[in-house]
């Protein structure tokens, strides 16, 4: 894996401007996410132009469905070219179905389950029917170690959750972490975020960051400043 851990998301239905901002980020990213908002716009075709500007890419379409149906989907997502290094998952399709995923990636890209979206306060968690839950960190705890016994990866994670998740899971499950916010950024509907210095000392693997960077008047220059920050720090 990269020794860069930034991971930009682009973000955009316009597939002109993911490649453009793929090529400018290259040399300041260790890779790129491809997520819902490109991918249902453009597809294949839109993903593989993007993949082959060369930087790996964590394919970001948190498969959520019966097992059957996402072990499925899964099949077809390891027939692209170039092949994603990164897929996943939502935890809370439970073991059965991230058993079956797991089969269907057979170790052909790191599998990894998001845990409670980094949009999600506690307040939205219960109101969303886990009333059991005590709270966002012990449910996205739960998660990840049904993620670990159901033989993934990792997870996808809050920058808030590491710190339990690192001391249940150990320093080889894979995190990656969105809701990362520079000091000064907003934090738009991002509710659990933390600074790129902050997720890197909490144990993050791979720092997921979009809009900070993507919606700079210069991404690059935001992909190395947050870049510069981390080894300052
Ligand atoms: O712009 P921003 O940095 O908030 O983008 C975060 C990215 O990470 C988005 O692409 C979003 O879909 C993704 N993501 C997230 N929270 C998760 C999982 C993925 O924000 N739990």
Redesign the pocket.
Known sequence: MPANPICV?L?TPDLDRAVALARSLKPHAGYM?V?MEFFYAHGIQGYAKVAGVGLPIFL?LKLHDIPNTVASAMKSLMRLEPKPVIVNVHATGGLDMMKAAADAVAGQANLIA?TV???LSDDDIWAAGFETAKDTQTHARALAELSQRAGLDGV?C?PHDLTGIRHDLGRDFLTVV???RPADAAT?D?KRVATPAEAMASGADIL?????ITGSADPARAAQDILAGLHAG
Request: hydrophobic fraction near 40%.
């Open positions: 998301a973000d996410k997520g970001d998001v979206l980094t949009s996808v809050s969105p809701g990362i738009q991002q997921v960051v979009g809009r900070a």
